[in-house]
């Protein structure tokens, strides 16, 4: 039933029978997971342009909603890298209630999506389109981070990536070596970690090191505390944003972006957590759950969220058997934000850069870049293009070009595939056409009739030099039509009546047949015949006197 699809995993979990052994489970999974989590939340909030309790109070919100609430059993939640560039854009652009209204709208968007069964379309988006925005924004979060990473004294970097890169380099002599020393140090430490103990929580052990070793050595150093001041230690009330019809209209483009990146990144670490565990996630549920989320997360004044695939694989790894540990990873969070908040504020800036630079790293996955470029020229255009325009213009248009250039792209492809053959006799042999009765011609026709190939329709009668009698139209191959391909055969239809050639249609798949039936191809019964296949138009042309 179609109602089945929108019932939440944990329903689920829970009529198949769940118990203590498996409540223990999940719970050690989410707190693995929250240790992960917590310093990670943070660094997001701020490379967003916002302050780190955002981040935090994203992960507790939406990270326990998507969780209870969406179609997948073992999806985590919260905020992810890649959202920083629409909501630092936001924010600039609109301040920090313009992103919680466009988040909460882009709340809305994910619900209707989810509502409209559109959960099942994330695999029509191109390979290169996804690889070259994530890519770029990669590349966007490393270069934001090098004012922390180098203790760069700057009031405000320019959002744009050019006029970024040269305000850093305008500002070179301010570095503090003390920032750079703790930044490449724990860089260095969260590479060792995950190269020869991967199983332990490299960011936390870094954050924890170089905020002691800070205190201890009595670095001078931007921390948490120092820029952002005392986190809160519990969640404010629920609020609606302010808004007018003006703001939502401004708003709409960004919510828009929000939606798709929400949507895309959670159904595809859906997709990642089905294969590491043999399950199946339900995809118009998890778009409702994320939905929901995020509107909760906009009315607590956070940031927009999403299932992230790295904590969804760590939250695999340590065990979890249901949504409940989604759930526990978020109580997890907001206990450490209630009792652990006042030492946040020891935390350097950049330790946390050096954080998002790895997270930058992952998710440039320069190993399937390198891969694509290996891939046909027009995928090649595609990927370095909307690589090009994430950076360098704005994700939103990176996204539409893309998405544009690489439909156009297959439509090419597909009408390279597609035509029509005059010598197209293949199931009775090629030679039959010199058994043809005299005045009668033949085509066939391979592939999808839509808008690409209709034109070759034209052609036919121009490569006609006599008006025949009759033409038969193979239609065996041809898996569906669409409306460019119905006006383009009624166009030639009209035509073949004023020649006074009857049209034989033969070997119709059902498909096309029913769209041709319903957009009246068969209105005018006058001069066009339909055959069940190649032998019986034989026969009934063989009947047309003349």
């Not at 998002?356 to 470029?373: C, E, G, Q």
Request: proline content about 5%; overall charge neutral.
């Amino acid at each position: 039933m179609s109602w089945r699809q929108y019932v939440p995993k944990i329903v689920t979990v829970w009529r198949e029978g769940y118990g203590f052994g498996d409540f223990r489970r999940d719970c050690l999974a989410g707190l693995t997971v929250a240790i992960v989590a917590l310093p990670l939340a943070m660094a997001l909030g701020i490379a967003s342009g916002t302050t780190p309790d955002k981040g935090l109070l994203t992960a507790v919100v939406a990270g326990f909603i998507i969780s209870a609430l969406g179609g997948s059993r073992v999806q985590i939640g919260g905020p992810t890298g890649a959202f920083v560039v629409v909501v630092a854009n936001v924010i600039h652009t609109f301040g920090y209630d313009g992103l919680v209204l466009a988040t909460l709208m882009a709340g809305v968007i994910l619900v209707i999506a989810g509502a409209a069964r559109l959960g099942t379309w994330v695999k029509y988006m191109p390979e290169p389109v996804v690889t070259g925005f994530t890519a770029g924004i990669a590349v966007i979060i490393f270069t934001s981070q090098l004012k922390d990473l180098f203790g760069l004294s700057l009031a405000e970097a320019p959002p744009e990536f050019a006029q970024k890169l040269m305000a850093f380099w305008t500002a070179r002599d301010t570095a503090t070596p003390a920032a750079m020393l703790i930044a490449g140090i724990s860089l260095a430490l969260i590479i060792a970690l995950r190269r020869f103990a991967p199983r332990a929580p490299a960011f936390l052990i870094a954050v924890v090191g170089a905020s002691v070793a800070a205190m201890v050595f009595g670095l001078q150093v931007d921390t948490i505390g120092s820029q952002f001041g005392d986190l809160p230690r519990s969640l404010p009330a629920p609020a609606l944003p302010s808004w007018d019809a003006a703001k939502l209209r401004a708003l709409i483009p960004s919510a828009l972006t929000i939606a798709f990146l929400a949507g895309v990144e959670s159904l595809l670490s859906a997709v990642v957590a089905d294969g590491m565990t043999g399950y199946r996630h339900r995809s118009n549920a998890e778009l409702v759950g994320q939905g929901v989320a995020n509107i909760a997360s906009a009315l607590f004044g956070g940031m927009p969220a999403t299932g992230a695939i790295a904590r969804t694989a760590t939250n695999i790894r340590a065990g979890a058997r249901s949504p409940v540990a989604g759930m526990m990873h978020a109580v997890f969070l907001l206990a450490f934000m209630m009792v652990a908040a006042p030492l946040a504020n020891y935390v350097p800036l950049a330790v946390l850069a050096a954080v998002l630079t790895m997270v930058a790293w992952n998710m440039s996955d320069a190993p399937r870049v390198l891969h694509l470029l290996s891939a046909p020229l027009g995928d090649r255009v595609v990927l370095i293009l909307t690589f090009s325009l994430t950076v360098l213009v704005d994700l939103t248009v990176a996204i539409e070009v893309g998405v544009v250039l690489a439909s156009i792209l297959f439509m090419h492809r597909m009408a390279q595939v597609a035509g029509i053959g005059r010598d197209g006799d293949d199931d009775e042999g090629a030679a039959q056409r010199t058994d043809l009765p005299p005045g009668i011609e033949v085509y066939q026709f391979q592939g999808p009739l839509f808008f690409g190939v209709t034109n070759r329709l034209t052609e036919v009668l121009q490569r006609t030099a006599a008006k025949p009698k009759a033409f038969i139209l193979r239609m065996r191959l041809v898996p569906l039509i669409d409306a460019s391909g119905v006006s383009a055969l009624a166009q030639f239809l009209d035509r073949c009546r004023k020649d006074k050639t009857v049209v034989i249609f033969a070997g119709l798949q059902p498909d096309a047949e029913k769209v041709m039936q319903r957009m009246g191809v068969f209105a005018n019964p006058e001069g066009v015949w339909r055959a069940d296949g190649y032998a019986q138009a034989i026969e009934m042309a063989r009947e047309i006197p003349g």
